[in-house]
Structures are given as structure tokens and as C-alpha cells.
């Protein structure tokens, strides 16, 4: 947080690793509980993921396809230790009352692990902070590679490119004397018609049917892909 006063922008990969977090595996395998990984779950952090176009375009066309993105890396978005922060309390009160997921849930925040009387057989916790906050295509996207070309796919690809886009908007700032950024995500939730919403595709998995993208902020693209113009009018718009 002291970062982000000071004007730094932390920007994470969600992670790729399923519900069971690859190595964390412990809760989904003895409780049936999803597990989410560190630090992507953290509240002080912007979390982005990756989606796939449909049929794997290799050539993204506007905006529809943007809407109509398929996400493929996995995640569980909730974290079951850290508090679903308050940039995010009118978001997910929407979430839970037009797109609940069905699943049974549990409520807590703490340090540690939830105990096996706190998550009774529930599979994700509904009062942990929710994530990813942001999303973009992130299958075939061009690198060099030792100077050759070559296309990547995985939810890493879109931090770096967010971080690009972030950077653009602090250079433009720093151009006209107004300080960098920082902590974006309270401005991000606060005007999420800076991005391009996401509502088809899901997260299956680990033997569930996972979580659905829908309408608004959604558990597997969060806010959607980002409206480049519109978030550099929105972050020039503030002192």
C-alpha cells in the first residue's frame, strides 16, 4: 500500500494452475475446498489473467471479439484468507445477486487456512476478495525471442502488457505534471466502463463446471479487457 501512495503500480498474473493452485493443493484434495495462489489473491495489487479468442484467431477484430473472448487459464477468484476489499463492496454485492455461481460457499478472513469447521464441505469463500480485477487475449501473442519472432499463450502474457498500458497512462500524466498512477484498482472499479465486458466463456475444471463470464464483473475476466482511450481519459481526468 505504501507503494501505491508513492505513486507504484503492482500488477500480478492471476495464475494458470487451476482451482487446486498447483502446489497448494491440500484443501481442494482433503476438504474439496478450491484453493486460490499467492500473491494474486492479495487485495493491494491489480490481478489480471489471460483469454483465448474464439477458434484461436490468431487476428483480433474489435471490440466483439473482445466480448466474446473464451477464458482458458484457470483460477479460483476468491481468496479464502484475505478480505474482499471495499473498492470492491458494490461490485460483488452485484455479482452475488445476479450472477450467483450456485456453489456452497463459506464466509471468513484471517492469516491462515480456513479450518475444516469454518469451510463445512463449501467449496469457495464468499466474502474473500475476488479476482482477476482485469483480463485480455493472451493466446498467440507475438515476443522475440533472442530477436525472433514468436508467438506465447498463458495467462503471464497479459501483466506485462496491462503494465505497458499503465505505463503509457503514467507517461501521459507525468507530460502535464500530475504525478504516476499507483494503486489503480479503487479508480478501475469505481468506472468500469473503461473496459470491454467479457460475457461468454467459463473456467471448468477440477471436475466442476468452474465459474461462468457474465454481464459486469465476472469471477474468470473480472472487469474485461481494458478500452485503452477510455482509461488513459479516465486516469487524465483525476488530479
Known sequence: MKLGMQGVSIILASGDSGAVA?????????????????????????????????????????PRNCRDAIPIWRLL?????????????????????????????????????????????????????????????????????NGVPTLISGVGVFAPVFGAVSNRINEERLAVGKRTVGFVNPALYAKPGVFNDIIHGSNLGCKT?????????????????????????LFMSLP
Do not use: M
Open 22 to 62: 498447483r502446489r497448494l493443493r491440500w484443501l481442494s484434495r482433503h476438504r474439496k475446498c478450491l484453493q486460490p495462489g499467492f500473491p494474486s489473491h492479495l487485495s493491494i495489487r491489480n490481478s489480471s489473467r489471460s483469454s483465448l479468442p474464439p477458434h484461436r484467431r490468431k487476428r483480433i477484430q474489435g
Open 77 to 145: 477468484p476468491f481468496s479464502n484468507i484475505y478480505a474482499q476489499p471495499t473498492y470492491q463492496n458494490a461490485t460483488l454485492a452485484t455479482y452475488f445477486a445476479e450472477h450467483d455461481p450456485g456453489y456452497k460457499s463459506y464466509a471468513t478472513s484471517g492469516t491462515n487456512n480456513p479450518s475444516a469447521a469454518t469451510t463445512n464441505g463449501c467449496v469457495y469463500n464468499r466474502a474473500g476478495r475476488g479476482y482477476p480485477d482485469v483480463s485480455a487475449v493472451g493466446d498467440n501473442v507475438v515476443v522475440y525471442l
Open 209 to 233: 463446471n468452474g465459474f461462468s463470464a457474465v454481464k459486469g464483473w465476472g469471477l474468470v475476466t473480472g472487469l474485461g479487457t481494458p478500452n485503452n482511450p477510455a482509461l488513459l481519459e
